[in-house]
């Protein structure tokens, strides 16, 4: 079956949903605060999708075609889809509405961010990028019926204003294969297994969206491209046979709208010959990070009666386009005999800032090297144009671009011989430090720790006086000296905090930083900072990544005089605290212009001077946090080995050039572990504090059967919920851990930096933690030496 409905030249697969001032993040938590009601979020949600719209049309993307994509999320797009199916966990059954089985804005909260004793849904990375979604738990007995038309009425919301759009919708292999299994289900079964069950659901939601008047709805499928999911290829694929199977041949044309399903972030493979031959009406391929196909002949034929969307525009990072290449990209898809070929985006747009003229502060220069999401709308609309109407028809425009790209290569600063050098001249003996066990007595003898010694991740709250003061620094209301007093003032304060509740390792509280990255990209040379350059981490969680462009050196020390200050103040332990080679290029958008392992051994060296500083300071504890050291792991199985050699040896530059008596830390958090233990024993860190809280400690297997040698800080409270951990639940975390593992292993930590949070929350939180760690160690019957 094939529709007839007329596809756009060019679309996006989605755009930024917070707003270009964060409009819906502000939103939604005054809501969760009490101050605004839900219609009042609503209002200002379909104030914002309206206005998208408008913008999108203004750049050219057609309204009376589907051009423009409907994918709005007050929180997550699996989530989003969670609701629609109705897959809700039976801890939240009492929020969903009697008579649909869906839940209201306050209820949809909670499942997000948890309540009580009922722990939010488990939170982990989207693919390699630094989005994190919200894990669905599906079992045997998880019911499954259409319980939200939520996307329904956006869309209808867009037609009533004369906009047709796409609906967007997390796909069903997608949404299965990333969901994870509830705790009653047995060993042997798999979310996957529901498929037909969910399929049911879907069919009702397309029978819906066509009698709205949706012409076309995306349904995203990213699982079709990675072998991390958890599901096998072989498996995989015939869940993607049997899905559009029962959704693009089973339902009649006059049941469904057509169907575009998007593959992004990698190289469909051999899922583009089961799509092929199926009866979706159009599949919209990842070009930036994946090959062009080579099709086979049936595959060609297949193709004849479908639209094919070339994602020849970066939807993951900020640099103009090279248009020439990308059309001739498109003029070989076009060799593949599609019935159309269209333009896109690899991915949504959501990972990128909204538009890059509303920069004030970057370079004119600068900012004709990029694109933002704005600017990357134009490069689709005029590949459209150079598509349908010629390469003469977008002349002026392929030239500008080659132009921008000619301008970057030879600037100042993108090449510097002697930052080259420094890192052409490393030999092995750069990357490794001595034995861990010579280490470790080194370490003790140093520090005096007691068994499970206790510590925190690194920030404390960024308080609305901290951010005062740092706007009036930025100002020009507060000289240097008065906003060093206040910052000062802010780590006395931390420091008695911790001494009083009685943690054993102390940090500064990270008061003078605004972000993890950022903070760092202020201060190396290569870096440059955005002022609106905002896009979406995970719920109402905004960050700035910084634009790395060009050969990074380090020309000052940077947290020396803050840790220096703050270990002054105790005689307990400080930790000097960076951010690690691997998350700056992560958080970052980084160069494209040379290898990623090139540039995370210059962010190295200039850690590793920081490091040495810190040393000689008389700090002896350095946390280099690596976060994003499973995030930009490769979703392909085969290119895995690659990636981690050159991440693991970036930390080890990093890292490797301290005394045996100085203790490096590191820090990883909301990514499955299992598959990169090898890589976090490479690391050769002396601690690892790693998420498990949300997950109830299920990294400690993985940990265990590793037989890893070194010491552990399985986090035993998830910052990421507003909610208070009891101590009776730190301590039975804490008891599994200690069941698991060698307690002369183990650390005591929370998840994650605590900036987000409120001390209402903070001090009792760690005032239980210490306390369960009383009870704990009192427990143990030999103690660690």
């Known amino acids: 079956m094939t529709h007839t409905h007329p596809f756009p030249a060019g679309i996006v697969l989605g755009y930024p949903r917070i707003g270009p001032r964060r409009e819906l993040k502000k939103a939604i938590e005054s809501f969760w605060a009490g101050r605004s009601t839900a219609d009042e979020v609503e209002a200002t949600a379909a104030d914002l999708r309206r206005r998208t719209r408008t913008r999108l049309a203004e750049l050219g993307l057609s309204t009376t075609l589907p051009a423009i994509p409907s994918a709005f999320s007050f929180y997550d797009q699996v989530l989003d889809a969670a609701v629609v199916l109705g897959a809700v966990p039976e801890r939240f059954a009492d929020l969903r509405d009697p008579a649909t089985g869906g839940l209201d804005l306050a209820g949809y909260s909670t499942v997000a961010r948890g309540r009580g004793d009922d722990l939010p849904l488990e939170m982990t990375k989207w693919f390699d990028s630094n989005y994190h979604y919200l894990v669905p738990e599906i079992g045997p007995a998880t019911t499954f019926s259409y319980s939200s038309d939520r996307p329904v009425r956006e869309f209808a919301e867009a037609l009533a204003d004369g906009v047709l759009t796409r609906p967007v919708i997390v796909g069903p292999v997608t949404f299965l294969a990333l969901a994870k299994a509830t705790e009653d289900a047995p060993e042997d079964f798999a979310p996957i297994d529901r498929l037909d069950d969910v399929l049911a659901v879907y069919a009702d939601l397309l029978r819906a969206f066509k009698a709205a008047g949706a ?164 490069e689709v609309v005029t590949l459209a144009t150079g598509l349908t109407e010629g390469r003469e028809a977008v002349h002026a425009e392929l030239l500008a671009a080659a132009d921008a790209r000619r301008s970057r290569a030879e600037a100042a600063g993108v090449v510097r011989p002697e930052v080259r050098d420094r890192a052409a001249g490393l030999d092995d003996a750069a990357f490794h430090r001595g034995p861990y066990d010579d280490r470790r007595e080194a370490q003790q003898s140093r520090l005096h720790l007691p068994p499970l010694p206790t510590t925190t991740i690194g920030s404390f709250p960024q308080t609305p006086e901290i951010r005062k003061a740092r706007a009036a620094f930025t100002a020009g209301e507060l000289t240097a000296e008065q906003y060093d007093e206040a910052m000062k003032a802010e780590i006395r304060g931390v420091v008695e905090l911790q001494e009083r509740i009685g943690l054993d390792v102390l940090v500064h509280g990270e008061p003078e930083r605004n972000d993890m990255v950022q903070y760092f990209a202020e201060n190396l040379d290569g870096f440059a900072v955005t002022r609106n350059g905002w896009v979406q981490s995970y719920g109402s969680r905004c960050t700035r990544p910084s634009i790395l462009w060009g050969d990074v050196s380090r020309p000052a020390p940077i947290t020396v005089g803050w840790t220096g200050y703050t270990q002054s103040l105790t005689s307990k332990p400080v930790k000097g605290m960076l951010t690690g080679p691997v998350t700056i290029l992560a958080w970052s958008f980084v160069r494209d212009d040379q290898p990623l392992a090139d540039t995370a051994n210059q962010v190295a060296l200039a850690l590793r001077d920081e490091i040495a500083d810190l040393e000689a300071a008389g700090i002896a504890i350095v946390q280099v946090d690596e976060p994003a050291l499973r995030e930009l792991l490769p979703l392909r199985a085969e290119d895995h080995d690659a990636y981690l050699d050159w991440s693991v040896r970036s930390f080890r530059l990093a890292t490797s050039g301290v005394r045996p008596d100085t203790q490096i830390h590191t820090h990883l958090c909301y990514s499955e572990f299992g598959e990169i233990m090898g890589a976090i024993d490479g690391l050769d860190a ?57 307690p002369a292993q183990l650390w005591v930590n929370p998840d994650c930096g605590l900036k987000t949070r409120r001390y209402a929350e903070v001090t009792p939180s760690l005032e239980h933690m210490v306390a369960a760690t009383g009870t704990v160690r009192a427990g143990l019957a030999v103690p660690s030496a």
């Open 686 to 742: 002396d601690v690892t504090s790693i998420e498990a809280a949300r997950s109830k400690m299920e990294i400690l297997a993985d940990i265990a059967a590793a037989g890893y040698p070194r010491q552990v800080g399985p986090g035993v409270w998830d910052i990421h919920s507003p909610r208070v951990p009891s101590e009776a639940e730190v301590t039975g975390l804490l008891s599994t851990a200690v069941r698991d593992i060698d």
């Open 215 to 378: 012409t076309w709805v995306q349904l995203d499928e990213p699982a079709l491209v990675s072998d991390s999911t958890g599901v096998d290829t072989d498996r995989l694929l015939a869940a993607t046979e049997r899905a559009y199977q029962v959704l693009a041949t089973e339902l009649t044309a006059d049941e469904r709208p057509a169907l575009l399903v998007a593959a992004p972030y990698g190289e469909l493979r051999g899922a583009l010959d089961v799509l092929a031959a199926s009866d979706v009406d159009g599949i919209a391929l990842d070009l930036v990070r994946g090959r062009l196909p080579e099709a086979s002949p049936a595959t060609r034929t297949a193709l004849a009666g479908k639209v094919l969307v070339g994602g020849v525009i970066d939807g993951h990072n900020i640099w103009r386009a090279d248009l020439d290449a990308a059309l001739t990209t498109l003029e070989r898809l076009e060799g593949l005999g599609a019935g159309q070929t269209a333009v896109g985006t690899s991915t949504s747009l959501f990972h990128v800032p909204h538009d890059v003229q509303d920069e004030p502060d970057l370079d004119d220069t600068l900012k004709s090297w990029l694109a933002f999401a704005d600017q990357k709308v134009a």
